[in-house]
């Protein structure tokens, strides 16, 4: 959504990096009852793809300017919003890969591709499955 999706979402993908996640649970389960929404409307899934993710990827989180006091939000930066999306290509990652892959930078690119070989030093599966699907967008890859 924070890159101009407009399909709806059923949920909200979220990587706990720091506080407690056990108050967040909780505040989570009161949103949820006092909005009518299922108990999961935040999913923690992401998690099982996090490990793609390169050490220095902090230093592309976007910060949402949101007036939270008890929480700050943050959303990946487009490379690796894009890793993860390829990782796991559901029917909604294709849709959001074709509105991601169009606006990333030759900068991000780079990135996108350096995440690619970090993640063949531990899955090779997904690095060639990140492979696979930049080169039938039509990018070259060294």
């Given amino acids: 959504m924070h890159f101009g999706a407009q399909r ?5 993908d979220v ?3 720091r506080g407690d996640l056990g108050g967040l649970r909780q505040a ?12 999961d409307w935040m999913n923690e899934a992401a998690k099982g793809f996090a490990d793609i993710l390169p050490p220095d990827f902090e230093r592309r989180l ?13 959303v990946l ?9 390829i990782v796991a290509l559901r029917e909604q990652d294709l849709e959001d ?18 995440i690619m070989h970090h993640v063949s030093t531990f899955r090779p599966d997904w690095a060639q499955k990140i492979q696979y699907f930049l080169q039938e967008q039509g990018w070259e890859i060294e």
Avoid: F, W
């Fill in 62 to 74: 976007v910060r949402l300017d949101l007036p939270l006091q008890h929480l700050r939000l943050s």
């Fill in 28 to 39: 989570v389960r009161a949103i949820a009852s006092q909005h009518d929404l299922p108990e």
């Fill in 97 to 114: 890969l074709e509105l991601l892959l169009p606006l990333m930078s030759e900068a991000d690119k780079e990135t996108l591709i350096a």
């Fill in 8 to 12: 709806a979402t059923r949920d909200v």
């Fill in 15 to 17: 990587l706990v990096l």
């Fill in 77 to 85: 930066g487009r490379p690796e919003q894009a890793a993860m999306k």
